[in-house]
């Protein structure tokens, strides 16, 4: 499908990252702080059977031409459900039921099963970026309009880019998201001090049964990964899924094993290893770095120690993370372990589009209310971290 709103550029829908260069996507995507928007971890979603017409996204990803140079783009996806996207609009799918309007299928933009910041449209440096973004948003909504698409909706957008947006009439929704900062620690113990001592002998405590238990966890970034690693990252991710999220298995063998070639400099990964086998880990955390920004991904273990999920998903990435000079790591979903464990609860925003004026009336009408719940239980969160007063408002400020 091509639109051409003006003579100057070309709009063109695109169903596989294969069919867009690499260069010219990765000019756009890479001087971003997210590595999430870059084109192998998005072709390899494609390519790995993960992200597909079978799994219920349908790639369709928007580029702007001006001849044949790539200036702007985004990854799309036609949804027909709405699971692995971490931000459950249920209830808006519920109540588009009750009111006679098909809800499915609408057109994401998003990094699949991905929850984390930094979603926006990729425009070149130089290029008008008002311009482009209004060309865009006319493309989308000549698309939907088009082929009866309920609505348009972003997930984990860019905080600036989120601003944008509502100018061009999306409605924010906001949510939260378990962030830590590193607020200038010179080493782990200095990141401790911030705790009240109730929670500092905890953290101390988790951290003595791992190395009790006679493990060690290794850092492993990059080419110092062996090869034999990247399948065995899926057996890990597997194993959770199946024991506590049924149903959440979104990624495939292949996909970890495509991450060697060409996507490994961005991996970390956090083995547990036996004091007497230094060769087969027993659990491990995968976690995704770029530039100062770490992102925990997935974890698991083939056998039960305590604490071992808290130092290999927490403690020793923050660790690494204080060593390397990364300023925000973001461990994944979910929360509960998350918060007394020194990651404040952080804003973030989805933006959202119905093309049925009575439902974009009522997500209008409500949504300031919604949000302002949600902040409600944000600010109660942070309230109750586990750190000595001086340090709650250092450590839960952007």
């Given at each position: 499908m091509v639109h051409q709103p003006q003579t100057d550029y070309s709009v063109n829908w695109v169903n596989r990252m294969a069919d867009i260069p690499q260069a010219a996507w990765d000019a756009l995507a890479q001087p971003l702080k997210t590595p999430f928007l870059e084109w192998d971890w998005l072709n390899?979603?494609?390519?790995?059977?993960?992200?597909?017409?079978?799994?219920?996204?349908?790639?369709?990803?928007?580029?702007?031409?001006?001849?044949?140079?790539?200036?702007?783009?985004a990854p799309f996806y036609i949804?027909?459900?709405s699971y692995g996207e971490f931000v459950f609009d249920h209830q808006w799918a519920d109540l588009s039921h009750r009111l006679g309007v098909r809800y499915y299928p609408k057109l994401l933009g998003m990094t699949p099963f991905t929850p984390a910041g930094g979603y926006r449209f990729l425009i070149a440096p130089g290029e008008d970026?008002?311009?482009?973004?209004?060309i865009m948003v006319s493309a989308i909504d000549h698309f939907c309009g088009n082929n009866r698409i309920s609505g348009c909706h972003f997930l984990f957008v860019d905080p600036e880019w989120r601003q944008v947006m509502e100018r061009h009439g999306f409605t924010s929704w906001l949510h939260h998201s378990y962030i830590w900062q590193n607020k200038g620690f010179s080493s782990f113990d200095d990141y401790l001090s911030i705790f009240n001592a109730n929670q500092r002998r905890n953290i101390k405590r988790e951290r003595k049964a791992v190395t009790k238990a006679g493990l060690c966890l290794v850092p492993l970034v990059g080419d110092d990964i062996p090869k034999s690693l990247f399948p065995l990252i899926y057996n890990f991710y597997s194993s959770t899924c199946d024991k506590f999220f049924w149903g959440s298995k979104y990624l495939t063998r292949q996909f970890f094993e495509q991450l060697y070639p060409d996507y490994r400099h961005r991996v970390v990964l956090v083995a547990a290893y036996r004091d007497d086998d230094d060769r087969h880990p027993v659990g491990m955390s995968f976690c995704i770095n770029k530039g100062d920004q770490?992102?925990?991904?997935?974890?698991?273990?083939?056998?039960?120690y305590d604490c071992l999920h808290f130092d290999a998903c927490y403690?020793?990435?923050?660790?690494?993370?204080?060593?390397?000079?990364?300023?925000?790591?973001d461990p994944g979903a979910g929360g509960r372990h998350k918060r007394r464990r020194g990651f404040p609860a952080t804003p973030n925003h989805s933006l959202h589009r119905f093309y049925n004026q009575r439902l974009m009336q009522i997500l209008r009408h409500y949504i300031g209310e919604v949000n302002e719940m949600e902040q409600e239980e944000i600010d109660a969160i942070n309230n109750d971290l586990p750190f000595t007063k001086r340090d709650i408002q250092f450590l839960v400020q952007d």
């Amino acid at each position: 499908m091509v639109h051409q709103p003006q003579t100057d550029y070309s709009v063109n829908w695109v169903n596989r990252m294969a069919d867009i260069p690499q260069a010219a996507w990765d000019a756009l995507a890479q001087p971003l702080k997210t590595p999430f928007l870059e084109w192998d971890w998005l072709n390899n979603l494609e390519t790995s059977g993960s992200a597909t017409s079978k799994t219920g996204w349908l790639p369709h990803h928007l580029t702007i031409w001006r001849n044949r140079e790539l200036i702007a783009a985004a990854p799309f996806y036609i949804k027909g459900h709405s699971y692995g996207e971490f931000v459950f609009d249920h209830q808006w799918a519920d109540l588009s039921h009750r009111l006679g309007v098909r809800y499915y299928p609408k057109l994401l933009g998003m990094t699949p099963f991905t929850p984390a910041g930094g979603y926006r449209f990729l425009i070149a440096p130089g290029e008008d970026e008002d311009e482009l973004t209004e060309i865009m948003v006319s493309a989308i909504d000549h698309f939907c309009g088009n082929n009866r698409i309920s609505g348009c909706h972003f997930l984990f957008v860019d905080p600036e880019w989120r601003q944008v947006m509502e100018r061009h009439g999306f409605t924010s929704w906001l949510h939260h998201s378990y962030i830590w900062q590193n607020k200038g620690f010179s080493s782990f113990d200095d990141y401790l001090s911030i705790f009240n001592a109730n929670q500092r002998r905890n953290i101390k405590r988790e951290r003595k049964a791992v190395t009790k238990a006679g493990l060690c966890l290794v850092p492993l970034v990059g080419d110092d990964i062996p090869k034999s690693l990247f399948p065995l990252i899926y057996n890990f991710y597997s194993s959770t899924c199946d024991k506590f999220f049924w149903g959440s298995k979104y990624l495939t063998r292949q996909f970890f094993e495509q991450l060697y070639p060409d996507y490994r400099h961005r991996v970390v990964l956090v083995a547990a290893y036996r004091d007497d086998d230094d060769r087969h880990p027993v659990g491990m955390s995968f976690c995704i770095n770029k530039g100062d920004q770490l992102y925990g991904r997935y974890w698991g273990c083939f056998e039960e120690y305590d604490c071992l999920h808290f130092d290999a998903c927490y403690y020793t990435p923050i660790e690494w993370a204080i060593a390397n000079g990364v300023k925000m790591f973001d461990p994944g979903a979910g929360g509960r372990h998350k918060r007394r464990r020194g990651f404040p609860a952080t804003p973030n925003h989805s933006l959202h589009r119905f093309y049925n004026q009575r439902l974009m009336q009522i997500l209008r009408h409500y949504i300031g209310e919604v949000n302002e719940m949600e902040q409600e239980e944000i600010d109660a969160i942070n309230n109750d971290l586990p750190f000595t007063k001086r340090d709650i408002q250092f450590l839960v400020q952007d």
